[in-house]
């Protein structure tokens, strides 16, 4: 981390919007940074014009990969232990590729009885949907998701609209094989 040189000099503080508006600006003030150019002459400078060119390109990727400038705000923001950044919506990644119970690593489903849980973590979206509540049952899977979440076992209804995120993508286009795989999610 670099050292930082504070500004010195003093200043009364006559009201509250000019202390705001000092620390404001003091706070969002980016650190200098050395230009990718600068790096790659100072690189190409210290090494040898007769030798191969390899070296010269690994060490800028270290020098570009290991060097890393945390501002004055990010700092703070670590140190208190404040999120870094706040997201005023919820995003829903639907993975529609597998029907199936997602099993952990290494517990081998080979052996386990079909109606056992053991190695299960947890329902894909489609049986999620498939077992929601009667009154539930007029929504879509895109509606559902787009305004309700599952937590505990249970459907609970959002303050505010997810965001909802389908993968795969399937092709909206009427004519495309894809088109009853995009009709049932929306």
């Known amino acids: 981390m670099k050292l930082f040189l504070f500004y010195k000099a003093i200043k009364p503080v006559l009201n509250i919007h000019a202390a705001l508006q000092y620390v404001a600006k ?3 003030k980016s650190e200098p940074r050395s230009s990718f150019s600068e790096i790659l ?5 210290e090494s040898d014009p007769s030798g191969s060119s390899l070296p010269s390109f690994q060490r ?7 060097e890393r400038d945390y501002s004055a705000q990010e700092t703070c ?8 950044y706040h997201s005023s919506r919820t995003f829903v990644i ?6 199936s119970h997602r099993w952990l690593c290494g517990t081998g489903i ?3 009885m079909p109606n056992s849980d053991v190695g299960r973590t947890e329902r894909s979206p489609v049986q999620k949907y498939w077992d929601r509540p009667v009154e539930l049952e007029n929504l879509s899977m895109f509606q559902l998701y ?12 959002c303050e505010r609209e997810n965001v909802v995120r389908i993968w795969p993508r ?11 795989e995009f009709c049932r999610i929306k």
């Open 26 to 28: 003091y706070a969002t």
């Open 41 to 45: 002459n100072k690189i190409l400078s």
């Open 60 to 66: 800028l990727l270290l020098h570009t990969v290991s």
């Open 77 to 84: 923001h670590l140190l208190l232990g404040l999120p870094l």
């Open 94 to 99: 639907l993975n529609l590729n597998n029907e």
């Open 110 to 112: 080979e052996n386990v």
């Open 146 to 157: 787009l305004g309700y979440k599952f937590y505990n076992g249970k459907w609970k209804r």
């Open 170 to 180: 399937p092709s909206p286009q009427r004519n495309d094989p894809q088109w009853n």
